[in-house]
């Protein structure tokens, strides 16, 4: 999937810190499931995982593309905003 969107540079600092916001988001969903019980309810913990994938992914564009979103948590996607999505098999 590739993005083109509003976007600014980054430097490898912000790469290397989103990295560690992500591990920090992995680590706190493998506390909440190991400590997760019979009729726990998912939610929280499956919005854990999706914030730990986008900060991975925010580490990666920053550090190999030298991009940050522009609008970042603004949770609304522009009409100017283009996602072109590729499918690859393994």
């Known amino acids: 999937m590739t993005r083109s969107g ?3 540079p ?3 600092r912000h790469g290397a810190n989103r990295l560690i916001i ?3 988001f992995l680590e706190s969903a493998k506390v ?3 400590s997760a019980q019979a009729g726990t309810l998912g939610n929280p913990i499956a919005a854990t995982v999706v914030n ?3 900060a991975y992914t ?3 564009t920053a ?4 991009k940050i979103n522009q609008r970042a948590g603004s949770g609304n996607l522009h009409s100017g905003d ?3 999505f590729c499918l690859t098999s393994a």
Request: charged fraction near 20%.
């Open 58 to 60: 925010d580490a990666l």
């Open 22 to 24: 992500a591990r920090g």
């Open 63 to 66: 550090t190999f593309a030298n």
């Open 32 to 34: 909440q499931i190991s």
């Open 52 to 54: 730990a994938a986008i």
């Open 10 to 12: 980054s430097d490898a």
């Open 6 to 8: 509003p976007s600014k």
């Open 82 to 84: 283009k996602w072109n």
